[in-house]
């Protein structure tokens, strides 16, 4: 039954599509498959197996360490997302690590190398993995572009309509978003204080435009954020 289940989950995952019947459970014997809770850190990028993780179900960040060991949470991964050894190449030195943020994920993974080996055996695949590499660079370059060329308040708001977008459950211009980050976690994703991102959270909810709590983001009115 696990097997199976491992079976049509990679089957309907859009970057496998192009794999066959027997292909795909190759790739279920060569993934690993594990559940973690909230807080467990998963993956380091200087481990010796380098891996290639894919996320089935729940929330994830990743945070980069730079010089000083000053934190920035560099990206949040969200269901049928990959993260990990994404570049295929592990001389690449990055100093970074994954950390639940849902209450449970569920997550599958490949050791690099293993993925590489069925990537030359099935040239649509290694297409189709650059495609998907590709565009996910494109929205963190994005994503830096908005947070050297934008203040801090138009940062927050850019970011909470994406999440609206991305997570949201919306009844008409209403939108409830699950809320699984601290204040100090949007602080570091829109790379300011975790003082000014309590300050500028404050202001939306005094005006109206939000009703935060540690549970739960309403945003009464999307069009008005």
């Not at 809770?37 to 993956?43: A, L, P, V």
């Not at 009703?211 to 954020?225: A, D, M, T, V």
Request: charged share 30%; proline share 1%.
């Amino acid at each position: 039954m696990y097997d199976e289940l491992k079976y049509w989950y990679l089957r309907d995952h859009k970057l496998f599509k192009t794999l066959s019947s027997e292909q795909t459970k190759q790739l279920c014997i060569i993934s690993g498959f594990k559940k973690a809770k909230k807080g467990e850190i998963i993956y380091f990028s200087d481990s010796d197996l380098p891996r290639i993780f894919l996320l089935k179900t729940g929330s994830i960040k990743i945070v980069s360490l730079d010089e000083d060991g000053i934190e920035t949470i560099k990206d949040i991964i969200q269901k049928g997302d990959m993260f990990g050894e994404l570049s295929l190449d592990s001389d690449i030195q990055v100093n970074e690590y994954a950390k639940v943020l849902t209450e449970e994920v569920s997550i599958c993974s490949f050791l690099l190398s293993d993925f590489e080996d069925l990537m030359l055996q099935n040239p649509q695949l290694a297409l189709g993995y650059t495609k998907f590499v590709g565009l996910k660079m494109k929205r963190l370059r994005n994503n830096y572009t908005n947070l050297v060329s934008k203040d801090a308040k138009t940062r927050l708001v850019t970011f909470l309509k994406e999440w609206a977008e991305k997570e949201g459950i919306f009844d008409n211009e209403k939108v409830i978003i699950e809320n699984y980050l601290t204040q100090n976690d949007i602080a570091q994703i829109i790379c300011t204080s975790r003082q000014t991102a309590t300050t500028l959270l404050n202001g939306f909810v005094d005006d109206g435009i939000i009703q935060y709590n540690r549970k739960e983001i309403i945003i009464p009115n999307l069009g008005k954020l």
